[in-house]
């Protein structure tokens, strides 16, 4: 087979309203073949892979590798140094180094914890929904006022962070996900790590029942446990992946009910549905556009592509699940489809680890939110919204809501 050299596509040239909707550029790239080397709307040029049936492939494939730091090219996608702290977790390695330090945390990180959570998840749902109802005007910001503080409050209390720190926590983790600009970027790297260390030597002094003390002194059977650099990846890990995943997931998930009245008032009038629907929102618009950015340890075929060595690729896990061949009629949210197969958490080896709370969190907040507010609706279009900038986090930064 002949092997195609493509040229640079402008995403935004595709579509000036790339960053609102992506959906509709995906699935034109998709109709052409399964990778596309482009220009990000932020001047950087990547390789795409869409397609569910690439894009699982790809996730699965050694020579798409996420240890950058090994590599020496951590520049080439984040404003911090290689030996940066904050970089030494599971998201940053492949195996053996990956299995090892997933393993550490899987061990800690379980079922039996996270339905444990339940009760209190329910607690900080009740007294956020508490304080949006006391708004005489009875108008409030769902993000602001409820998707985010409810995970932050729930991974914080998880970790052992204390809850004066946690505004403090939200501008780091914005930063690294979807930076503002390089220097607020390399800040965030510089200053979070400083902070943890810490707050690990005052765990380690006085531990309590949280899963940081727990983790300072977890080790497996070979005597084996995170060093303190890697304990300080792993809290950095932990609290980034652990909130904001399940925000936009929240705020995505009603986006799309406001859109969708009548499936609105379908889950309004049995919540049986609502497994179902939650799936169905990670299916249609879900928190996580493409995946952290792989590196090609060597020239990669796919689909009669060569991807060069060196280059940085992202797999478009929200084109793959609006993919006809794998969902009937992709583009329509429909709460009572079997959304199963959908690849919103990831694929292989670097699964979120965090999906069972993420869900948890998700069934409790919907189904309290639509409880309390029945007749709860969105006050202004998309096109108004104020979106969380870059192709990782797919989501709004304000969700203005009124009842």
Known sequence: MKMVQPVVIDLLELSPDFIRDPY?????????????HVQTPY???????????????????PRLSRDWRRSGNVGQILNAAPDNPALAHMLM??????????????REFTARRIEALAPRVQQITDELLDAMEAKRERRADLVNDFA?????????????????????????????????????QAAAYAEMPQYLIELIEAKRAEPG????????????????????DELIGMCVLLLIAGHETTVNMIGNGMRALFAHPDQLADLRADFGLLDG??????????????????????????????????????????????????????????IR???????????????????????????????????????????????????????????????????
Not at 154 to 165: A, F, H, K, S, T
Not at 217 to 227: C, I, M, T, V, W
Request: charged share 25%; net charge negative.
């Open 93 to 106: 390695y492949d195996p053996p180094d990956h299995t090892r330090l997933r393993r550490l945390v899987a």
């Open 43 to 61: 001047g950087e040029q990547m390789w795409l892979v869409v397609g569910h049936d690439a894009c699982r492939t790809a996730f699965t494939d």
């Open 209 to 228: 029942d949280d899963l940081l003390s727990v983790l300072i002194h977890a080790a497996d059977d070979d005597g084996d446990r995170l060093s303190p």
């Open 277 to 334: 629907a939650i799936e169905e929102m990670l299916r249609y618009d879900g928190p996580v556009e493409t995946c952290t950015e792989r590196l090609a340890l060597e020239d990669v075929e796919m689909g009669g592509v060569v991807i060069p060595a060196g280059s940085t690729v992202l797999i478009v896990m929200a084109d793959a699940d609006r993919d006809p061949t794998r969902f009937e009629d992709p583009n329509r949210f429909d």
């Open 337 to 403: 489809r079997d959304a199963r197969g959908h690849i919103a958490f990831g694929h292989g080896l670097h699964y979120c680890m965090g999906a069972p709370l993420a869900r948890m969190e998700g069934r409790i907040a919907l189904r309290s939110l639509l409880e309390r507010f029945p007749e709860i609706t969105g006050v202004c279009d998309d096109a108004m919204l104020s979106w969380v900038p870059g192709m990782l986090i797919r989501g709004v930064r304000e969700l203005p809501v009124r009842w």
């Open 24 to 36: 509709p550029v995906y699935a034109k790239l998709r109709e052409q073949g399964c990778v596309h």
């Open 148 to 184: 985010f503080p409810l995970p932050m409050t729930v991974i914080c209390e998880l970790l052992g962070v204390p809850e004066l720190d946690r505004q403090t926590f939200r501008n780091w983790s914005h930063e690294m996900v979807a930076r503002t600009s390089p220097e607020a």
